[in-house]
């Protein structure tokens, strides 16, 4: 503020004007400030229903999986009953004739004995060995059971070659088995000789059975021993 050298008097300092729209802000500051209220709680709805929106799609998705998985396990329950229903009967037969469960050998031995007396065959002398594995070339899928072979060194003495035939066919009616080779071979009979035997035939016979497959043993944690105090 300067003075007048004349009059003495202190010139009025200039008054600044301010626009129209800072002295009116007054009369709109309350619309602006429900204004941004509005504005924040519509944001915040619309995050809040975006994030459950999200959250009900998850949601329907894993409903949706569960349902599938569901579905899956009901049809694959169905066809085992199915599958039940027509085989049992086959099954119960199968292991009523010695091909499911365990090796019956005093039960093969005695299928054995009684063809050779049905056919009045010579007598017959036979080697078998322990049970074992059958591997095959082709993969079978057996479920939870194994095949299993007991090999068996046959040797007969035959008045000719159908003999063999008719006592494998007579044994299969018994039980269940695999011929794996054959050989027969001339014995040094005097011709004329009534009764005798002229053929002696040496076989392999794969006697086969079906049971479950052994598991694998669990082997224990081993533990540190504890040291003595």
């Not at 300067?2 to 202190?10: A, E, L, R």
């Not at 500051?29 to 229903?49: E, Q």
């Not at 292991?95 to 063809?115: H, M, N, S, Y």
């Not at 002696?200 to 059975?209: E, R, S």
Request: glycine residues 4%; contains cysteine.
């Amino acid at each position: 503020m300067s003075t007048n050298p004349v009059t003495g008097k202190k010139k009025a300092a200039p008054v600044i004007k301010l626009p129209y729209w800072i002295t009116e802000f007054a009369l709109i500051r309350t619309a602006v400030l429900t204004l941004l209220a509005a504005l924040t709680i519509s944001l915040t709805g619309v995050l809040l229903s975006e994030l459950k929106k999200h959250e009900a799609n998850d949601r329907l998705e894993v409903s949706q999986r569960a349902r599938d998985a569901a579905s899956s396990l009901y049809a694959q329950v169905d066809n085992e009953k199915r599958d039940i229903r027509n085989f049992q009967q086959r099954f119960v037969a199968l292991r009523q004739r010695g091909l499911v469960g365990d090796e019956r050998r005093l039960e093969w031995l005695d299928a054995i004995r009684q063809t050779q007396e049905q056919l009045k065959l010579a007598p017959l002398s036979y080697e078998i060995e322990p049970q074992q594995a059958v591997q095959l070339e082709s993969p079978l899928d057996l479920g939870d059971f194994e095949l299993r072979g007991s090999r068996m060194r046959l040797h007969m003495e035959l008045l000719h070659e159908l003999d063999l035939f008719n006592f494998f066919q007579t044994l299969r009616q018994r039980s269940y088995f695999a011929v794996q080779d054959c050989s027969i071979k001339r014995l040094g009979v005097v011709a004329g000789t009534p009764g005798a035997s002229t053929l002696g035939a040496d076989c392999t016979l794969n006697w086969i059975t079906l049971n479950t497959a052994p598991k694998a043993p669990r082997l224990a944690a081993m533990q540190p021993a504890k040291g003595r105090p």
